[in-house]
């Protein structure tokens, strides 16, 4: 039962107080604050909140520099820095508060009306009290910067450090109680900015780990959304405005003396500065001098249009985002910053990353088992035995890699190659990790790095380049790439809309997989006696039939409605518009809109049986897993045209009658076709996804066959789509 609290007269009095300074701060009423206060000076420094916090507390973290100006100038000089000491419910001082507020100004007010004020006598005691204030810590054991840094206050970061430098150590600030450092903080937040101005501060922040054992670039490398390969698709559109603007439109536009924010060839070199040669007489040297003056004069000029070409453009972009207030234009501003800010924040982390270095021998060697006898009992006891292993992290490396962030894994294979070497405790190689969590464009990066062209292919077995020897390892669990690609332990339904492309797209990466290992790695058998394609079929029983059930529904669904569209242009063929004359000739035959008709009709009728006679074949299949490779997808697209245009053609057929059966003017034509193209429109735009999905399976299958069977680079073709 909840403690009943009864409130006396004082108590009520004191409420009804606290309930008007509550009123009159949230409407910005400086000076009625102030009145109500020097009526009871007392009360300046009792609780009005329930988390006991202040109207110094409140006040701070609104920002409100007006109001607390007026407040600190009630406060009596004796008890000024006893009010930087008072604490809310949470252990949070009013300096604490003020560093969660994006007004630093704020800060500089209350540190310099409060924190110098006149302190002790003694120089010594100043400033270790002046030390102790700064560094005071609430119940989190977090000071004013820690919290500064973890709401992502880069200026009163800034500003707090340069004054407890001071006063005292930085190094004090940089952890709190559960060992979180400030970085680590800063960079949760995704508060890149000012994580790398710690780190310029302080390099050594970089190898600080939590309780978890993580430093701030396992983190960062875990974080899909703050790099621009693993943020979601957002469109064609979004993309190009993503690719126009600048990235230092997050800041203020560049003047003329700030050429180091322009690319390198619009900086303006000083000719004038270049050294003479010294083999030159002085007669060569004025002339040379002059002539770089005459070409400094001619480049200023070409430099100062450019430079205002980039004023204009800045200009421009600036006011779309902030001045006129375009969001979108907004919030690609801001996600392209993030990402420049987190691929330079990464740069730094991995220059003292050496996670990759740790050997682990493996269990297993390369050479392929045929077989496996009396090992099921070790797969069971190495099961159980899996729960005891330590809970160190995984390397950074391979988190980047499964997350499918090419920014952190490039950083660190430019800065440390051998890295690409590294195998964890699992056993697992980076071919592993990327194959096992479908990170395709990790794959295309490592090829393209290597330049492991023919591994993709399967033509090239010299062994050429590092990923040729990669290919080939087998991890603890007797697992090659092969049998990574066929486990579904982290699938996601990938990024098709439909089961059965959701499945290609599966079978399709499996290929891809088994294309880049020896022919004979494909008869590996794990330590659970499977094979790879035996493995992929078990994993994808139960995606196989969901996929089976989905071609069924939909083919049949699809042949109800090409019959009936069929059934309709039958019956108009046989009674067409405005009747037969005696003879047997149709009476409004010599009208030109009668051909169309005619044409119209014909094709409506030939395209829906057509579409009927297709998914009845793709319903006699046997739809197994080898079907939906190519051939399943690519009649349901062949389907789904022959549909589609079956349905156009039977809207015009009925705009055509109609036209031929009443005489409209003009414009009652025009909206006669409108209402008939409607129903077209319509369809269009809610099927289009699923259609062009389809035929870019299609297309591609084609491509595949011609390029199967065919000379040529067919796959230069392919429509990517992804």
Request: aromatic share 10%; with cysteine; proline share 4%.
């Given at each position: ?16 107080e606290m309930r008007e300074v509550y009123e009159i701060f949230f ?263 002059d002539e770089a003056k005459d070409d400094s004069k001619d480049m ?350 039977t809207m015009l057929t009925f705009t055509a009658t109609i036209l ?63």
């Open positions: 039962m909840a403690k009943e609290i009864i409130a006396s007269g004082p108590e009520i009095n004191d409420f009804n409407i910005d009423d400086a000076q009625g604050l102030k009145g109500i206060y020097q009526k009871n000076p007392e009360a300046l420094f009792k609780p009005i909140t329930a988390g006991r916090d202040t109207i110094f507390h409140i006040a701070a973290y609104k920002g409100r520099v007006e109001v607390l100006q007026a407040l600190v100038e009630m406060v009596p000089p004796s008890k000024k820095r006893e009010l930087l000491k008072m604490k809310n419910i949470h252990g949070n001082t009013i300096l604490h508060e003020v560093a969660a507020s994006s007004n630093t100004k704020a800060a500089e007010m209350l540190i310099g009306e409060l924190l110098y004020s006149e302190g002790p006598m003694n120089r010594e005691n100043d400033i270790r009290e002046k030390e102790e204030i700064l560094a005071d810590r609430n119940k989190l054991g977090e000071t004013p910067l820690f919290r500064a840094a973890g709401w992502g206050r880069k200026e009163t970061v800034v500003y707090l450090a340069g004054e407890i430098e001071r006063v005292g150590n930085l190094c004090n600030h940089y952890k709190r109680n559960d060992q979180l450092s400030i970085l680590h903080i800063a960079v949760i937040g995704q508060h890149f900015d000012s994580a790398i101005w710690f780190l310029n501060k302080d390099q050594t922040l970089a190898t600080y780990k939590d309780n978890d054992g993580k430093t701030c670039l396992h983190l960062l490398a875990s974080m899909a959304t703050a790099f621009r390969s693993t943020s979601p698709p957002t469109g064609l559109f979004r993309d190009c405005i993503y690719n126009c603007i600048y990235d230092c439109l997050a800041g203020d536009l560049p003047d003329k003396d700030e050429t180091k924010q322009l690319p390198s060839n619009l900086q303006n070199k000083d000719l004038e500065q270049g050294k003479p040669n010294k083999g030159l007489d002085q007669s060569e040297r004025s002339k040379e001098q200023g000029c070409t430099i100062n249009w450019q430079f205002q070409g980039f004023r204009l453009y800045f200009s421009i972009c600036r006011c779309l985002a902030k001045g006129l207030g375009f969001k979108m234009i907004n919030r690609i501003w801001k996600q392209k910053k993030m990402h420049e800010s987190a691929v330079k924040l990464a740069n730094i982390l991995v220059r003292t990353d050496a996670s990759w270095f740790e050997p682990h021998e493996l269990e297993d060697s390369d050479t392929i088992c045929l077989e496996r006898k009396g090992e099921e009992e070790k797969v069971k006891n190495s099961a159980t035995s899996g729960t005891e292993e330590s809970l160190e992290p995984e390397t950074p490396l391979f988190i980047a890699v499964s997350t499918g962030i090419v920014e952190i894994v490039k950083a660190i294979l430019d800065r440390y190659p051998q890295a690409v070497e590294h195998i964890n405790k699992k056993g697992h190689n980076i071919l592993h990790v990327t194959f096992l969590h479908r990170k395709t464009k990790v794959f295309d990066f490592l090829v393209r790095k290597y330049k492991a062209k023919m591994l993709v292919k399967g033509i090239d077995s010299d062994g050429s380049t590092i990923l040729h020897k990669l290919v080939r390892g087998i991890d603890n669990d007797g697992s090659t790439i092969l049998h990574h690609a066929a486990n579904t332990e982290y699938y996601d339904r990938g990024t098709k809309p439909t089961p059965p492309l959701q499945l290609q797209e599966e079978l399709k990466w499996f290929e891809r997989v088994k294309k880049s290992l020896p022919s004979h790695f494909t008869l590996h058998r794990n330590k659970e006696d499977k094979t790879a394609d035996q493995l992929f079929e078990d994993k994808h029983k139960e995606q196989l039939k969901t996929a089976q059930d989905w071609v069924k529904t939909t083919c049949e669904s699809c042949s109800t409605v090409a019959v009936l569209v069929a059934g309709v242009v039958f019956a108009a063929a046989y009674q067409p518009p405005g009747s037969f004359h005696k003879n047997g000739r149709p009476v409004l035959q010599d009208k030109p809109l009668y051909s169309f008709f005619t044409v119209m009709d014909v094709a409506g009728l030939a395209s829906s049986l057509t579409s009927v006679v297709i998914f009845l074949s793709v319903l006699t299949y046997s739809l197994e897993f080898k079907d939906f490779l190519s051939r399943i997808p690519r009649r349901i697209s062949i389907g789904f045209t022959f549909l589609f245009f079956s349905v156009g053609s031929l059966l009443v005489q409209m003017k003009f414009k009652t034509q025009s909206l006669t076709y409108a209402a008939a193209l409607l129903p077209i429109c319509v369809f269009a735009v809610f099927q289009f996804p699923l259609y062009y999905s389809y035929f870019v399976a299609a297309v591609n299958s084609i491509l595949e066959l011609l390029g199967r069977n065919l000379p040529g680079n067919w796959e230069a073709l392919e429509i990517k789509d992804d």
